[in-house]
Nanobody, 126 residues
Framework: HVQLVESGGGSVQAGGSLRLSCVVS????????LAWFRQAPGKEREGVAT??????TTYYADSVKGRFTISQAKNTVYLQMNSLKPEDTAMYYC??????????????????????WGQGTQVTVS
């Protein structure tokens, strides 16, 4: 069955950078949606960035625009996080929707839009 395994989290000072990786196994990524979500203590899980693998269209939450970049290569999805702020502290999860979508798709960013989830990787910014 589909598995997602994240890595790359850690502790960093404000202004620093981290790159998260998520390896997706058991299906071949093609014209699907992949996403990164985060959840801070006491808050709902929120969509941070999404990517459509059939045309590399992306979505970013307003809070991370200009600082975070989502990308995908083969079966790995990345989240490059620059200029990190304390409010970026959260557990970060990658998610996959293996449905196939047509060209031009802008992937959705709600929890309910994704079928498969990783176990999460903690990011702490101080």
């Amino acid at each position: 069955h589909v598995q997602l395994v994240e890595s790359g989290g850690g502790s960093v000072q404000a202004g620093g950078s981290l790159r998260l990786s998520c390896v997706v196994s058991q299906y071949t990524i093609s014209r699907n949606c992949l996403a990164w979500f985060r959840q801070a203590p006491g808050k709902e899980r929120e969509g941070v960035a999404t990517i459509y693998t059939g045309g590399v269209t992306t979505y970013y939450a307003d809070s991370v625009k200009g600082r975070f970049t989502i990308s995908q290569a083969k079966n790995t999805v990345y989240l490059q996080m620059n200029s990190l702020k304390p409010e970026d502290t959260a557990m970060y999860y990658c998610a996959a929707d293996p449905s196939t979508y047509p060209a031009g798709m802008v992937c959705l960013h709600s929890v309910n839009d994704y079928n498969y989830w990783g176990q999460g990787t903690q990011v702490t910014v101080s």
